[in-house]
T-cell receptor
């Protein structure tokens, strides 16, 4: 069974800092990995999808990397803003399912 | 935003009553999923559908059933609600199967409380 761990569980940073969120998973036989953000009381918003053959993917200030063999992915956020405050979830993908960790709750302080 | 509507958004029900949650999509995506989200757990898959009338169980399917009679609608039914089914339920859609994945898109969630 795929187990997903996200470290740290919570993170508080001043505005403007660059930061890295970590995701590890136990089964490297994944097809893809998707990063989401979730605002309190809201649904999940897709941020980035990394195909299993890719090493990284970029969208604006976000950069996600994937090392399938070691079971790790990182999400890099550049020049953080208060609007980035949310919970970030990584989801490696199996044959019929996305597997989720409990996320990293990010607070960016103005 | 992907066109996914979940209804109701909030519901309080009594133990032992049947409950049906609806997910409606306007994207014509073939794959639809129901997840639940609980404190201390990541989202966990309940059931999924890979086409009209084609469904299969996920990780936590006990106590739940689903139906998909049209491409756009995926219903989740709790036959006899229990307090352990108090949760936030999310519907998701994707155009292709996970192994050739395009992005999955999620609805806004339904908060269900069983008292």
């Amino acid at each position: 069974k795929q187990e997903v761990t996200q470290i740290p569980a919570a993170l508080s940073v001043p505005e403007g800092e660059n930061l890295v969120l970590n995701c590890s998973f136990t089964d490297s036989a994944i097809y893809n990995l998707q990063w989401f953000r979730q605002d309190p009381g809201k649904g999940l918003t897709s941020l980035l999808l990394i195909q299993s053959s890719q090493r990284e993917q970029t969208s604006g200030r976000l950069n996600a990397s994937l090392d399938k063999s070691s079971g790790r992915s990182t999400l890099y956020i550049a020049a953080s803003q208060p609007g980035d405050s949310a919970t970030y979830l990584c989801a490696p993908t199996g044959a019929n399912n996305l597997f989720f960790g409990t996320g990293t709750r990010l607070t960016v302080i103005p | 935003d992907a066109g996914i509507t979940q209804s109701p958004r909030h519901k309080v029900t009594e133990t032992g009553t049947p409950v049906t949650l609806r997910c409606h999509q306007t994207e014509n995506h073939r794959y639809m999923y129901w997840y639940r989200q609980d404190p201390g757990h990541g989202l966990r898959l309940i059931h999924y559908s890979y086409g009209v009338k084609d469904t299969d169980k996920g990780e936590v399917s006990d106590g739940y059933s689903v139906s998909r009679s049209k491409t756009e609608d995926f219903l989740l039914t709790l036959e006899s609600a229990t307090s352990s089914q108090t949760s936030v339920y999310f519907c998701a859609i994707s155009e292709t199967p996970p192994q050739v994945h395009t992005e999955a898109f999620f609805g806004q969630g339904t908060r269900l409380t069983v008292v």
